[in-house]
């Protein structure tokens, strides 16, 4: 769905771009338009999207229940799942969050029982090895209910780093992060 409405987006900048075109003689123009569109498909369409960023258009767009049962998930106590080293540990009768590492989300299938109404997952990166590390987004397939992965490093790292980290992306969760350096 993210990505449709972002398709759309593109499709109408083009179509309002076409003025660029008519003037044949112009090429300067017409290099600075590819230049744009190449940055706002390479930006718009990445697979990973900033937090903060991510509210902020929620909220500039309207999307007002997505934006409060985003909030609702990273800001509100809630019951959750806590996954590491090979244990997970349930507080609460019925978690919509589970919180994990890098090195444990192989095992989520099996450390993890409760996992048909998470919503929410967090993936800490605590050191520059777990950048060395990918994450699969098939070991979240039996989450049935899940929506968003947060991907929340405590090193300093960029967002393309972490875009890397992603395997088998199938665009069916809004995938985030947030660089927190000593936070």
């Known amino acids: 769905m993210r990505a ?3 398709l759309e987006k593109a499709v109408k900048f083009v179509n309002n771009c076409k003025f660029i075109f008519s003037f044949k003689k112009n090429i300067f123009q017409k290099n600075i338009f590819f230049l744009l569109f190449f940055l706002m498909t ?3 369409f990445g697979q990973i999207e ?3 960023s991510y509210l902020t258009n929620l909220e500039n767009s309207g999307q007002n229940s997505k934006l409060s049962n985003l909030k609702h998930l990273l800001f509100d106590l809630q019951s959750a799942v806590y996954a590491s080293s090979g244990e997970a540990k ?3 009768d019925v978690p919509t969050a589970l919180f994990t590492d890098s090195n444990s989300i192989n095992s989520l299938n099996t450390s993890v029982s409760s996992k048909s ?3 929410i997952v967090t993936i800490k990166i605590e050191k520059a090895a777990d950048l060395n590390k990918s994450i699969d987004l098939n070991s979240f397939s039996d989450f049935e209910k899940l929506q968003y992965i947060i991907i929340i490093s405590k090193i300093d790292t ?3 780093t972490i875009s890397n980290l992603i ?3 199938t665009s069916k969760y809004v995938l985030l992060y947030k660089i927190s350096i000593g936070g």
Do not use: L, R, W
Request: aromatic share 10%; glycine share 4%.
């Open 50 to 52: 900033n937090v903060d």
């Open 167 to 169: 395997q088998n992306d």
């Open 42 to 44: 390479n930006f718009s």
């Open 90 to 92: 349930t507080y609460g």
């Open 117 to 119: 109404d998470i919503q």
């Open 158 to 160: 960029t967002p393309a």
């Open 4 to 6: 449709k409405s972002t």
